[in-house]
C-alpha cells in the first residue's frame, strides 16, 4: 500500500515535529505532502540535558511527552494536510499497543462526526531502541540492528492497522539485512535512514555533547544516504515496499536525486535550519513550482523517475 501524497515530500521526524508549526508553515502557504510527528512513546521521557545540538548532530535523547499527551493534541487537528504518526517504542509489544491507541482514538473521533487525518505510522527503531529480556535485565540489544527483532516490530504494527507503515532503519546497521526483513513482514516503506552516529566538539569552545556523541544530519550526510537508499531499492526491487529518503535535502534537487536512486518521498529536516516558518513555506512552494516545471518540461511522471539510476 502507498501513500497518495503530493508533493513527494513531508518533513522528517524531529524537526518541525509539531501541531503548531505545521499550522504555521500551512498559514504561509506551506506544502508538504504529509506531516510527520515527533516520536511518540507510551510514557513521558525527559531527554538528555544540554549540550544536546553542536555542529547539525543531536543527542536529544528522545524527549517525549507521551501518548496521552499526544492523543489530546491531535484531537486538535485541523490541518488539510494528512498526517504521519511516528512512534518509538522499548519492546515489540509497545509499537503495537501504540499503533492500537491511536487507532481507537481515530475511530472515536470518527463516530463523534470528528475526523483525523492519519494515514499511516512510521516506526522509529533506530534512534536507538532498546529491547530487554524481562529475566536478564542485563542483556539488552538495539531493536533497529536485530532483523529478526524488526520482523517482529513489523509484523505486531501490521496486525494492528490497514495504513501503510515505514519502517526507519538506522545507518549504523546492517541496514540491507534489516530492510529485507521488514520488506518480509510487509512493511509498506523503508526510511532511508536516521541520523549517523558521530562524536562532534566545538570548534572553538570545546563543547562536548551530553553522552560523548549523538547523530549527525543535514547535506553532509546526503551523498551517504544515497548510498543507502540505492542498495536498499537494489536489495527490495519488487515494486511492494517503497523508499522513502531522508537526509540533507534542501531542495527540489535533492528530490530528483533520490528519486533516481530509488525513493519515493523524500523528508526534509535539518536542511531548513536557520529558516523561520516563512521562508520554510516558501522552499516548500517552489521546491513543488520547480519539480512541476522539471517533469512537465521532460514530459514524464513522477514515478518514472524513481530508480531511474538503476534502469
Known sequence: MRFDIWPPTTNSSGTLSYLPVFYS????????????????????????????????????????????????????????????????????????????????????????????????????ISCPNISRDEENASAAETIGSNPELVRQVVSSVKAATSKPIITKISPASDYVAVALAAESAGSDYIGCSNTWPTKPTHPEAGVVLTGGGGGKSGPSIKKDNMKIVSEVYQAINNKKTGIIAYGGAVNFWDII????????????????????????????????????????HYQIKFNDLVGAAHA
Open 25 to 124: 508553515i500551512e498559514q504561509e502557504g506551506g506544502v508538504f505532502g504529509a506531516n510527520m510527528t515527533k516520536s511518540i512513546e507510551e510514557g513521558k521521557r525527559t531527554g538528555n540535558h544540554n549540550p544536546v545540538y553542536i555542529d547539525q548532530t543531536n543527542c536529544m535523547g528522545r524527549p517525549n511527552k507521551g501518548k496521552k499527551w499526544w492523543a489530546e493534541e491531535l484531537t486538535k487537528y485541523k490541518s488539510n494536510t494528512p498526517l504521519i504518526l511516528n512512534i518509538s517504542g522499548n519492546s515489540v509489544e509497545e509499537f503495537s499497543r501504540l499503533v492500537n491507541y491511536y487507532e481507537g482514538i481515530q475511530k472515536e473521533l470518527a463516530e463523534q462526526g470528528t475526523e483525523l487525518n492519519i494515514i499511516g505510522y512510521e516506526l522509529n
Open 257 to 296: 536525486d533520490y528519486a533516481e536512486q530509488g525513493a519515493e518521498i523524500t523528508g526534509f529536516g535539518t536542511g531548513f535550519e536557520y529558516l523561520d516558518d516563512k521562508e520554510i513555506a516558501q522552499r516548500t512552494i517552489s521546491d513543488k513550482e520547480n519539480l512541476e516545471a522539471f517533469l512537465d
